[in-house]
Structures are given as structure tokens and as C-alpha cells.
């Protein structure tokens, strides 16, 4: 009986030792990607999808109902999680202690000293704060004192989107009551073309999400300045890489933007800026163009390992957002640069699949 048991799985090791054999001589082991050895179906892994957006605070021809058409296909696209291109509280309170990040304007400010301010205010921390933000589930039908409560709360993790959820349940009456500080940088919050807070934000509203995610990094800015004088002479002296808002890649991307801001319509752009001809067009005319121009002392490749950091670091954070909603949908807005380097950095895993925003930006 143990012989006849042991027989088949004899066959069955040499079985499978031939499949590895054929995959080996198919794919050097080196070279396969990791998700050849998820044993996850396909279906079960938790999709992630970049949206490459324009800033849409640098234009003043910007207004809300241009979006429209663009939430309701995110919407119908249903993420779980939001990730927005703002940083992480750790990583503020972090690199604000360094000497060397004194000068980088994403780690001081309003949003910052009002956060120091509402943690001494509620007697917490960063970390207390946090640890009540990942038991929320859900930011809809919240009663105006537990709303009021999550304002302060978001804000002592440097999260005022989190809060702005919040603030748009209050009543007037309620909004007037909140401290001077809050209710002014909340209201100037909402007021504002940030795509934070006029695209994501909105999206996170009407889909009930308890958060968004902050999932931004600077550290690569001790980097990028060390080789900024190199950086500036270098470009200077190129009429390619001075004159970039003059190349035809950059002209077509202002003019779809423009034109969609005319018509009153965004849908467009953004399929547009989520394309593959704009990635191409932007990886060799903005990006590869440091390993065309001469610049002193390699700064380029400096610059470029800079960029490299930074979006490893962003990786990094989305993926700390998807261990939220495994299995699930997640959305990050983010500057149109970084989608090329993020669709490849994030499927390299056993357990995330990406989803094009191209594919899912219909009427």
C-alpha cells in the first residue's frame, strides 16, 4: 500500500520537474516577474489604478461642474480606497526635524501648525490619531457630534481632506462653531481647484469612504537640491529643455486641457492624459530629456535617481493603502508624471493587478 501510494507522487515530482524545466528555458528565473508566482487568481488580486491628473489649480478657467462627467465614471468604477498626492503625517513630522528639509513647503504651513495645534488641543498624538482614523468605516450618515469629533481628529493626522469629508455634513450653523482656525482652512479648502479635493475628495463623499489617503513623499528633496545649481545651468543653456512648454507633446496636453475647460466637459482630458501616446510622448520629451542634455557633473542622473526615490516612496505608501481593502479597487490622483513609473513599480508584487483609467473613463 505505501508503494502504490509512493508511485504517483514519484510521477507527480517528475511531472512538475519537467513544467519548471519548460518554464526555466521559457523565462530565466531572474528575469520572470514576480507576479508569475502568485498562486492569487487573477480576479482575487486588489486593483490599483493611477489617474493622471493636470494641477488644476494653476488654471483659472477651472470650475467644479467640468468634472462632473469624470466622477460619475470614477464612480461607477467604485474604488474602496483613494489615495491623493499629499504627504503622509509620519513622513512630516520625520523630515520636519531634519536641518536639511527646512525649505521644502510640503513639511510646514497652515495644514501642519494646525495639526501640532489640534493634537496639544485633544491631548493626542499622531499615532493615537491614526489608530482612530483605521477604525472608521464609513464617513455618510455620521451625526454632527461624531463629525465634529472626526474634523479634529483628521486634522491631528494632517489629513484635512479626511476632515473636509466631515465638514461637508455639518450644517452652517455647525461650520460657524468650529474654531476660527479650522472652519477657515476647511472653507478655503473646499473653495479651492485643488483636483485633492475637487475630484478625489468629491469622490470619496459620494462613495461613503471613511478616508483619503496621503500618499505622497519628499525625501528625495535633500537629493534634488544638492545637484539644483548643476540642474539650472545645464537647462539654461538648452533650447530643448528651456523651451519645454514649447514642444508639441506639452502643446497638445494644454490644449486638450483647455479645450475641455471650454466645452465644460473634462471627460476628454482626462482619457487624453491617461493614454498611451501622452505617456510616450511625455517619457522621452520630458523625462529621458536629462540623458540628452549635457548637464556638469551627471546632476541629470542625480535628478533622475531623485524622481526614482520619490516615487518609490509613493509606491510604498499605496501599497500601505491597499493592505486596507484587499481584493478591492484603488484609485490614486496624482500627477501626470508619475503614472508611468507607478504602473510599473506597483504590479510587481503577488497580490495587485493595475487598472487603466482609460478603460473605465466612458459616459
Known amino acids: 500500500m505505501k508503494v502504490r501510494n509512493f508511485v504517483p507522487s514519484v510521477v507527480g515530482i517528475v511531472g512538475l520537474s519537467i ?23 487573477i480576479a482575487e488580486r486588489t486593483q490599483i489604478a493611477i489617474l493622471a491628473t493636470p494641477h488644476l489649480f494653476n488654471y483659472e478657467e477651472f470650475a467644479r461642474p467640468q468634472l462632473d462627467s469624470v466622477l460619475a465614471a470614477l464612480e461607477r468604477w467604485k474604488p474602496a480606497a483613494i489615495g491623493i498626492e499629499r504627504v503622509p503625517g509620519r513622513e512630516i513630522e520625520d523630515l520636519s526635524r531634519r536641518p536639511s528639509y527646512a525649505q521644502v513647503p510640503q513639511l510646514s504651513g497652515e495644514v501642519v501648525e494646525l495639526a501640532q495645534d489640534t493634537q496639544a488641543e485633544l491631548g493626542i498624538d499622531l499615532e493615537d490619531a491614526l489608530a482612530q482614523i483605521a477604525a472608521w468605516s464609513a464617513s455618510d450618515n455620521v451625526d454632527p457630534l461624531e463629525a465634529r469629533r472626526r474634523i479634529g481628529i483628521a486634522l491631528a493626522a494632517y489629513e484635512p481632506e479626511t476632515a473636509l469629508l466631515y465638514w461637508w455634513q455639518l450644517n452652517s450653523e455647525a461650520k460657524e462653531a468650529l474654531p476660527a482656525g479650522v472652519a477657515a482652512l476647511l472653507r478655503n479648502l473646499d473653495e479651492s481647484s485643488n483636483e485633492r479635493v475637487q475630484l478625489a475628495a468629491r469622490l ?22 544638492s545637484v539644483l545649481p548643476q540642474l539650472q545651468a545645464g537647462i539654461g543653456a538648452s533650447d530643448e529643455a528651456s523651451n519645454l512648454q514649447d514642444q508639441p507633446w506639452f502643446v497638445e496636453s ?53 524622481w526614482d526615490m520619490r516615487n518609490l516612496g509613493i509606491a510604498a505608501q499605496i501599497r500601505r493603502a491597499s493592505a486596507s481593502v484587499p481584493g478591492e479597487r484603488v484609485l490614486v490622483v496624482i500627477g501626470a508624471g508619475h503614472k508611468p513609473f507607478l504602473d510599473r513599480l506597483l504590479p510587481e ?7 487603466q483609467p482609460i478603460d473605465f473613463l466612458t459616459d
Open 349 to 355: 508584487t503577488l497580490d495587485l493587478r493595475m487598472a
Open 19 to 41: 513544467l519548471c524545466a519548460c518554464q526555466s528555458a521559457a523565462v530565466p528565473p531572474f528575469e520572470r516577474e514576480l507576479p508569475h508566482y502568485s498562486s492569487l487568481p
Open 254 to 306: 494644454e490644449e486638450a486641457l483647455q479645450n475641455g475647460m471650454a466645452r465644460g466637459d473634462l471627460l476628454s482630458a482626462y482619457r487624453f492624459y491617461n493614454g498611451p501616446d501622452y505617456e510616450a510622448a511625455q517619457m522621452v520629451g520630458q523625462f529621458d530629456l536629462l540623458n540628452r542634455v549635457p548637464i556638469e557633473a551627471d546632476a541629470g542622473r542625480v535628478r533622475q535617481a531623485a
Open 204 to 225: 470619496a463623499a459620494r462613495l461613503g469612504l471613511p478616508r483619503l489617503w496621503s500618499i505622497d513623499s519628499q525625501r528625495d528633496k535633500d537629493l534634488f537640491a
